[in-house]
């Protein structure tokens, strides 16, 4: 498995993989171990790195015990959450007041456990304004909420200015392109709310590149 650092373009240390928590005296797993993600995970990981996400660090900042990637839409929050021996959750939560990354209250959407098609499925998920998103929430899965006492120390990674906004360009582009063939197909009536928003979208990627 890749060291946090290596997942967020920071240089990798080598590290215990198991502390103690401070609260409890317990062993506390790391995500460093001696052992690399499979290479097509290893990808996998770069593209979500590549797509804009904020990354939290949460423990030591070059052996952290969970790592959360957080991308921020106005009303939703896309979250994948690695936790050791190599779980992957991923949700898109609903942005309420005074959210917290570590504790959604409400999602939409969630996956997890296996690495490979968890962050598969987070990468495919379609833009929030998709006509067919769901719009029934529920309460989070157990490991897409991190315990307070893993949570500190957490160091926050933004993305690099060039890869800030590649999530939202690319899937708004991705939706303009499949709207414009419902409306085509004759999927998508004139006027529609979906319409509409494949008019905005369009205008929004007009000349812009991921």
């Given at each position: 498995?890749?060291?946090?650092?290596?997942?967020?373009?920071?240089?990798?240390?080598?590290?215990?993989?198991?502390?103690?928590?401070?609260?409890?005296?317990?062993?506390?797993?790391?995500?460093?171990?001696?052992?690399q993600?499979?290479?097509?995970?290893?990808?996998?990981?770069?593209?979500?790195?590549?797509?804009?996400?904020?990354?939290?660090l949460?423990?030591?900042?070059?052996?952290?015990?969970?790592?959360?990637?957080?991308?921020?839409?106005?009303?939703?929050?896309?979250?994948?959450?690695?936790?050791?021996?190599?779980?992957?959750t991923a949700?898109?939560?609903?942005r309420?007041?005074?959210?917290?990354?570590?504790?959604?209250?409400?999602?939409?959407?969630?996956?997890?456990?296996?690495?490979?098609?968890?962050?598969?499925?987070?990468?495919?998920?379609?833009?929030?304004d998709?006509?067919?998103?769901?719009?029934s929430?529920f309460?989070?899965?157990?490991?897409?909420?991190?315990p307070?006492?893993?949570q500190?120390?957490?160091?926050?990674?933004a993305?690099?200015?060039?890869r800030?906004?590649?999530?939202?360009?690319?899937?708004?582009?991705a939706l303009?392109?499949?709207?414009?063939?419902?409306?085509?197909?004759?999927?998508?009536?004139?006027?529609?709310?979906?319409?509409?928003?494949?008019?905005v979208?369009?205008?929004?990627?007009?000349?812009?590149?991921?």
């Open positions: 498995m890749r060291s946090a650092r290596e997942m967020t373009g920071e240089p990798a240390v080598p590290l215990q993989s198991v502390d103690a928590t401070p609260n409890t005296g317990q062993p506390t797993r790391r995500l460093t171990t001696k052992y993600w499979p290479g097509h995970v290893d990808a996998l990981l770069r593209r979500v790195a590549d797509d804009g996400f904020l990354f939290y949460c423990g030591d900042r070059g052996d952290p015990a969970v790592l959360v990637a957080a991308y921020y839409w106005d009303r939703h929050v896309d979250l994948i959450t690695i936790t050791p021996p190599g779980r992957v949700v898109r939560a609903i309420e007041a005074s959210f917290d990354p570590f504790a959604p209250r409400k999602v939409v959407w969630a996956y997890g456990n296996d690495p490979e098609p968890t962050l598969l499925a987070a990468l495919n998920l379609p833009h929030p998709h006509p067919d998103h769901p719009a929430s309460e989070p899965p157990r490991l897409a909420v991190v307070a006492h893993l500190r120390p957490t160091t926050v990674k993305p690099e200015p060039w800030a906004g590649n999530r939202a360009r690319r899937l708004e582009q303009a392109q499949e709207l414009a063939t419902m409306r085509e197909a004759g999927l998508v009536p004139d006027g529609g709310t979906a319409l509409r928003a494949a008019v979208v369009t205008n929004r990627t007009a000349g812009s590149s991921v």
